[in-house]
């Protein structure tokens, strides 16, 4: 076989193997979500994250406005920190408020973020006031059960 | 007395003569790292063996892929579906592949259909008295007959791995989706929700590198310290099949563990 024909047949391959990666990158993965947008970055304390984690969706009204860019603890307050990549061309007021919420019951936890009403902008920098946690399903069965099993004391009686 | 003084002695003869043949090949690898620069200004050699080990191995990657899919898609259903959760089948086969499956089976393969040519093509090469004669002319044989062949396997390696883990998960939709009838968007919506391109795509074309690397110098080693007899050729291409797959799997391990462990 001549040198450029076997050139041609490795160009074939390499070409596959280009394509493989960007199916997999594209199709399989979740490069498709990256968002080159410019963003900016807020902070928010939560009591409890649940299941959150990094890169999860930030949310409002269902549309995807941003990602969780990181997740500490604040070691003054007790608190989760979480911080927020917001893109820029979605702005919310300053008093907007930030909860974790589940889509579906047992799928991957995101940020709802609920418009509040201030004038002013959240910007760079700045912390979200008012923020509700994670629902944890194990709280919830054993306030359920806490509260029926008082219901039937009370009936009983 | 003497059957135990035998057994010490073996024992130690064979921790020297692994350090011997580790200490031979990590020599062989240095060599071959510090001939690269020069060898690959002749691309068209590691054009050639490129052409020789990638794209002649693709049919059998290609065809491993496809069933090694549809059998995850097949065997992930039966299990998912227990737990009524079956739309997960998309997310099951694309991380297994991308981030195992691929890499290692890949190299399996490519130690058997590549590794075994390029053993057997050096072993040969050295009991004709081609490699002695290149010397005699003044070619240096690690330059001109190793180099080149361990770049191929270096860089075919990972495109193969990528060729192995597309094939696969179109493997798995074909089974899921158009056999099983799980719906295509959950398929791939699930898997793009839970596969991350650097963490998983990423580390799986970095492994299979790595796999690359060490399939394809084993393979030359085994060729280049071949006995120049027919026999001595069998038994190097032999290991060269063991040892490799052996390697790879050890090298797996180690690799998971420093990769996603976090």
Redesign the interface.
Known sequence: ?T?EK??F??G???L??L???V???L????????SFAPTYQVQAHFDNLGGLKQ?APVKSSGVVVGRVAGIGFDNQRYQAVVTLDLEQNYEFPADSSASILTSGLLG?QYIGLTPGGDEKMLAQGSTIQYTQSAVVLEELISKFLYSSADKEGTASE | MSGLYKAIAALGGWLTGSIYQLGAITRLFASILAQSGAALRRPGLVSQQIHFIGNYSLVIIAVSGLFVGFVLGLQGYYTLNRYGSEEALGLLVALSLTRELGPVVTALLFAGRAGTSLTAEIGLMKAGEQLAAMEVMAVDPVRRVLVPRFWGGAIAMPILAAVFSMVGILGGWIVGVLLIGIDAGVFWSQMQNGVDVFKDVGNGVLKSFVFGVAVTLIALFEGWNARATPEGVARATTRTVVSGALVVLGLDFLLTALMFSN
């Open positions: 076989m040198r076997t050139d047949w490795v074939l391959f390499v596959l193997g394509i493989a990666l199916f997999l990158a199709r399989a993965g979740n490069l498709s979500s990256f890169r991957e």
